[in-house]
T-cell receptor
Framework: GAGVSQSPSNKVTEKGKDVELRCDPISGHTALYWYRQSLGQGLEFLIYFQGNSAPDKSGLPSDRFSAERTGGSVSTLTIQRTQQEDSAVYLC??????????????FGPGTRLTVT | QKEVEQNSGPLSVPEGAIASLNCTYSDRVSQSFFWYRQYSGKSPELIMSIYSNGDKEDGRFTAQLNKASQYVSLLIRDSQPSDSATYLCAVNISGSARQLTFGSGTQLTVLP
């Protein structure tokens, strides 16, 4: 079946501009996660959504970052007033459920964000 | 101390050998453990999950978990050049965490 999809695959933006990154999870997966991977850095958790519950925003690095998930499916990560340190690959993952044995997370191809 | 630690490598093994990748974690209540493979320029690909102490085998891959020692490993038998990648260990740190905490990865090269 179809895996996690993300768009765009690449995004180049000027410092100070806002960007929106999109994620479409695997059909039937109720949990959706955003991570980012910077050059030379590990994978860093940003936010996760489980069904209609309030999202866990504990990993968002600043208030310039926000995310929403509409209808329990597609999610959009928004970065306002981008800075050069925001340059990274933004990865979305989904799982059947959050936590427990069904927490196997499958990643999308990522969006490479470059802030100039 | 990092929450999830891996030897960064690089680890080189000859084709056909067994590659052994190791990971330790800090939180005793961690319950779920995963190994991902990441090729250069690509996103992580889930290859193994393990939840109980002992071994779990899937084809050429064996994951080993020892919760008492807070240690999880991945063995790759009959290593192939196509196994050359970075291997990421991921853990649900603490009982309530839903997100994964990743190690920094071990770069594996399988020499033909």
């Amino acid at each position: 079946g179809a895996g996690v999809s993300q768009s765009p695959s690449n995004k180049v933006t000027e410092k100070g501009k806002d960007v929106e990154l999109r994620c479409d999870p695997i059909s039937g997966h109720t949990a959706l996660y955003w991570y980012r991977q910077s050059l030379g850095q590990g994978l860093e958790f940003l936010i996760y959504f489980q069904g209609n519950s309030a999202p866990d925003k504990s990993g968002l690095p600043s208030d310039r970052f926000s995310a929403e998930r509409t209808g329990g499916s597609v999610s959009t990560l928004t970065i306002q007033r981008t800075q050069q340190e925001d340059s990274a690959v933004y990865l979305c993952a989904s799982s059947l459920l959050a936590g427990g044995p069904l927490n196997e997370q499958y990643f999308g191809p990522g969006t490479r964000l470059t802030v100039t | 101390q990092k929450e999830v630690e891996q030897n960064s490598g690089p680890l080189s093994v000859p084709e056909g050998a067994i590659a052994s990748l190791n990971c330790t974690y800090s939180d005793r209540v961690s319950q779920s453990f995963f190994w991902y493979r990441q090729y250069s320029g690509k996103s992580p690909e889930l290859i193994m999950s393990i939840y109980s102490n002992g071994d779990k085998e899937d084809g050429r891959f064996t994951a080993q978990l020892n919760k008492a020692s807070q240690y999880v490993s991945l063995l790759i038998r009959d290593s192939q050049p196509s196994d050359s990648a970075t291997y990421l260990c991921a853990v649900n740190i603490s009982g309530s965490a839903r997100q994964l905490t990743f190690g920094s990865g071990t770069q594996l090269t399988v020499l033909p």
